[in-house]
């Protein structure tokens, strides 16, 4: 009967595949929930919307938490069906996943000062946890499915393009700072201050709060924006073709 209740429970919280409506009705439920969650934060950030709606915020936020909590409590309770594993160990690879992290940042904001004494800027730094539930949101959005599924096949080539930029980088930068440095020791004080103006043109970003002065560092530095174009250019290919595959996929078994 315990089996029974639990396998019932795992079909209702697991991603609806359109045959559950109870599923279906839990997914929208929770995808809601996120949604107004991360805006709740955004408006927080108003002080004055704050300090007129505080009380409903909390109630949300309490709300909220409650609901999360009991999701994260049913993902253990019912581990093993997604895993096919002993209780034990399906519980394990679970807390230690990608989504039950997520899921016990996004909650762990609001008890860990109910358990512990904390420095308020710590506790502005932990809320920031809060953000995380964003990412809940991988469960419920076919979108968001989709993304995750292209960054995972073409997680190798990606990361040789980043392994790549921040060679390049690194670089451009200790070639930087020995040409800058003699002539403004302020702006290029060392090879890690440096990195920021590497990152800045390498992004093509070019904030110009650093930028060098000499001819040779000039010379330097449009080297480096042009092969900016080419670095960022891409990552930006790898993804949408990634992107293009996978709707095709897609669409060929919907045929």
Do not use: C
Request: net charge positive; proline share 3%; hydrophobic share 50%.
């Amino acid at each position: 009967m315990d089996n029974t209740r639990r396998k019932e429970i795992y079909r209702i919280i697991e991603k609806d595949d359109g045959t559950n409506k109870a599923s279906r009705v839990f997914d929208i439920f929770i995808f809601l929930l996120v949604i107004f969650s991360i805006l709740q934060i955004v408006l927080e950030s108003h002080k004055n919307i704050y300090l007129a709606y505080s009380y409903y915020f909390k109630i949300f936020e309490v709300f909220t938490v409650i609901i999360f909590t009991v999701e994260y409590i049913l993902r253990i309770y019912t581990a093993k069906y997604k895993y096919n594993k002993t209780d034990f160990w399906s519980v394990i690879r679970f807390i230690f996943s990608f989504e039950g992290i997520i899921d016990i940042v996004s909650i762990l904001p609001f008890y860990l000062p109910l358990a512990v004494k904390i420095d308020f800027r710590f506790l502005r730094i932990l809320k920031v946890g809060k953000v995380t539930r964003i990412f809940k949101l991988g469960r419920y959005s076919k979108s968001f499915n989709t993304i995750k599924s292209v960054l995972r096949k073409e997680k190798e080539v990606l990361v040789i393009t980043l392994v790549f930029s921040f060679i390049l980088i690194l670089i451009s930068s200790i070639l930087m700072y020995y040409v800058e440095n003699p002539v403004q020791p302020e702006a290029f004080p060392n090879i890690t201050a440096a990195m920021w103006w590497g990152i800045a043109t390498l992004t093509t970003i070019g904030y110009g709060d650093i930028y060098p002065v000499t001819v040779l560092g000039k010379i330097l530095a449009s080297f480096v924006a042009i092969i900016g174009i080419g670095i960022i250019a891409i990552p930006t290919g790898i993804i949408s073709a990634g992107f293009v595959s996978e709707i095709k996929n897609e669409d060929d078994k919907i045929k």
